[in-house]
């Protein structure tokens, strides 16, 4: 049982590059989300999903897609890097929406865009 | 939209030493959890309280629900180097939706 597993852990972009993070969760989690942390701002959401085939956005989501076509898998996607998306960005699962469930955490992508 | 002030944003204590830490907002929330993040790594759940009033304990950890459902706060006792790291909160307000809000953390530094 691996959990969340996120990848790459690091990466480097040129600015106007696209790029697609990889999130995977092995617990049949139906919810998944996808976060932000740059320094002394905690972590803000960006998309989220409560089921395969349903997203919405959260609190940044510009410069941001996502889609949900299994539940095991939430990728996010840059299509044109900016400096601005340069932070850490966390994936996370918890059991089902609305059960009020904690959520669970992969370990993160460090981004950096040039 | 809904914000957490966390406080402190840093402490430095001596080992052995009890550390508390809290939130507050002008908003209510539903649930309220406490994550404790290290270097390189994702937050990692700590205490999870469901209940206006709870207090719920997990070793040396002790967390509360405020009774207004407006805040909540973290206590570690008897700290220990290896509770160095950052601690966030974290609530999920009324309505039924999954979205949780996140305080900016509290660093915690533990000197031996």
């Known amino acids: 049982n691996a959990g969340v597993t996120q990848t790459p852990k690091f990466q480097v972009l040129k600015t106007g590059q696209s790029m697609t993070l990889q999130c995977a969760q092995d617990?049949?989690?139906?919810?998944m989300s996808w976060y932000r942390q740059d320094p002394g701002m905690g972590l803000r959401l960006i998309h989220y999903s409560v089921g395969a085939g349903i997203t919405d956005q959260g609190e940044v989501p510009n410069g941001y897609n996502v889609s949900r076509s299994t539940t095991e898998d939430f990728p996010l996607r840059l299509l044109s890097a900016a400096p601005s998306q340069t932070s850490v960005y966390f994936c996370?699962?918890?059991?089902?929406?609305?059960?009020?469930?904690?959520?669970?955490f992969g370990d993160g992508t460090r981004l950096s865009i040039l | 939209g809904q914000q957490l002030n966390q406080s402190p944003q840093s402490m430095f204590i001596q080992e052995g030493e009890d550390v508390s830490m809290n939130c507050t907002s002008s908003?209510?929330?539903?649930?309220w959890l406490w994550y404790k993040q290290d270097p390189g790594e994702g937050p990692v759940l700590l205490i999870a309280l469901y209940k206006a009033g709870e207090l719920t304990s997990n070793g040396r950890l002790t967390a509360q629900f405020g009774i207004t459902r407006k805040d909540s706060f973290l206590n570690i006792s008897a700290s220990i180097p290896s509770d160095v790291g950052i601690y966030f909160c974290?609530?999920?307000?009324?309505?039924?939706?999954?979205?949780?809000?996140f305080g900016k953390g509290t660093k915690l530094t533990v000197n031996p």
């Open positions: 908003s209510i929330f539903n649930t």
């Open positions: 996370a699962s918890s059991q089902r929406a609305g059960l009020n469930q904690p959520q669970h």
């Open positions: 974290a609530g999920r307000p009324p309505g039924g939706s999954e979205k949780l809000v």
């Open positions: 617990m049949n989690h139906e919810y």
